[in-house]
């Protein structure tokens, strides 16, 4: 096992704690505390970027982001939500297509705990809430793959 024994405790009591996570088992929770990277971020940094691929879902233990899109090449950017502590982002690339959909910047210090596409797929991304969520984003996701299409011919 690659987290220490207080450390996979303290995982899993935050785990315990977010609402979503309410009906995973003691047994899925303690697969998911072995496998996460807890990473930090400074205030303004990056954690996504809309268009990049990615394979990773994020869960928030300290701070909040902030979510933005831009919804065509020459727009700004609209702020979409802030989300903190108990909140989790990254599962739209986990569905199939591994497109970004929105911004995620730190605001202030952050710390999430980083989960693999693979790890998702075994042990979170079957639960009802976390694949289900809709958001505009979807539709977006759809502007990408159709502008990401065109510009490959
Ligand atoms: P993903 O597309 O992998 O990376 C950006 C994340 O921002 C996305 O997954 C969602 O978790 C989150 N996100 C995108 N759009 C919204 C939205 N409208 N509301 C809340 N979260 C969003």
Same mark, same amino acid.
């Given at each position: 096992?690659?987290?220490?024994?207080?450390?996979h405790?303290?995982?899993?009591?935050?785990l315990?704690?977010?609402?979503?996570?309410?009906s995973l088992t003691?047994?899925?929770?303690?697969?998911?505390a072995?496998?996460?990277?807890?990473?930090?971020?400074?205030?303004?940094?990056?954690?996504?970027?809309?268009?990049?691929?990615?394979?990773t879902?994020?869960?928030?233990?300290?701070?909040?982001?902030?979510?933005?899109?831009?919804?065509s090449?020459?727009?700004e950017? %609209?702020f979409?939500?802030?989300?903190? $502590? &108990?909140d989790w982002?990254? @599962?739209? #690339?986990?569905?199939?297509?591994?497109?970004?959909?929105a911004?995620?910047?730190a605001?202030?210090d952050?710390t999430?705990l980083?989960?693999?596409?693979e790890?998702?797929?075994?042990l979170?991304?079957?639960l009802e809430?976390?694949?289900?969520? %809709?958001?505009?984003?979807?539709e977006? $996701? &759809?502007?990408?793959?159709? @502008?990401? #299409?065109f510009?490959?011919?």
């Amino acid at each position: 096992m690659r987290t220490g024994l207080i450390r996979h405790s303290q995982y899993m009591e935050f785990l315990r704690s977010v609402p979503s996570f309410q009906s995973l088992t003691e047994d899925v929770l303690s697969k998911v505390a072995d496998v996460l990277e807890a990473t930090h971020y400074r205030d303004g940094d990056y954690i996504i970027r809309q268009g990049a691929t990615g394979d990773t879902f994020f869960i928030i233990s300290e701070g909040q982001v902030k979510v933005t899109q831009q919804t065509s090449a020459n727009e700004e950017p %609209v702020f979409l939500y802030t989300l903190s $502590k &108990g909140d989790w982002f990254g @599962e739209q #690339a986990l569905k199939g297509e591994d497109v970004r959909t929105a911004s995620v910047t730190a605001v202030g210090d952050v710390t999430c705990l980083v989960v693999d596409r693979e790890s998702f797929k075994q042990l979170i991304g079957g639960l009802e809430n976390v694949s289900s969520r %809709v958001n505009d984003s979807d539709e977006v $996701k &759809g502007k990408i793959e159709a @502008e990401a #299409a065109f510009f490959s011919m």
